[in-house]
Nanobody, 118 residues
């Protein structure tokens, strides 16, 4: 299993970014997949997850601003991030779930850095 996140960068507060994660795994559409992040000096936190049936969940801190989606034909996961805040600055990681429902992750890719600053 391999996961490769991309799309991070520097953005001003209030701006938007779209992260992508290409996942190399057999039967991609069977698994839940999701995002977590780790800010400097802080613990890693779960951001969002999408199940094999497109059920989604979000951390309270990003609800209404971030949207998770998946393209099963392309084995790709996305995270659309709008109205970004300085506290969204972190390394973002994509992960593959153990099963199809939202839950724990068993594989993680290398992260992509998002910096929100003026």
């Amino acid at each position: 299993v391999q996961l490769q996140a991309s799309g991070g960068g520097l953005v001003q507060p209030g701006g938007s970014l779209r992260l992508s994660c290409e996942v190399s795994v057999f039967a991609f559409d069977y698994y839940a997949i999701g995002w977590s992040r780790q800010a400097p000096g802080k613990a890693r936190e779960r951001v969002s997850c999408i199940s094999s049936s497109d059920d989604t969940d979000y951390a309270d801190s990003v609800k209404g601003r971030f949207t998770i989606s998946r393209d099963n034909a392309e084995n790709t996961l996305y995270l659309q991030m709008n109205s970004l805040k300085s506290e969204d600055t972190a390394v973002y990681y994509c992960g593959k779930g153990y099963y199809g429902v939202v839950g724990g992750m068993d594989y993680w890719g290398k992260g992509t850095l998002v910096t929100v600053s003026s």
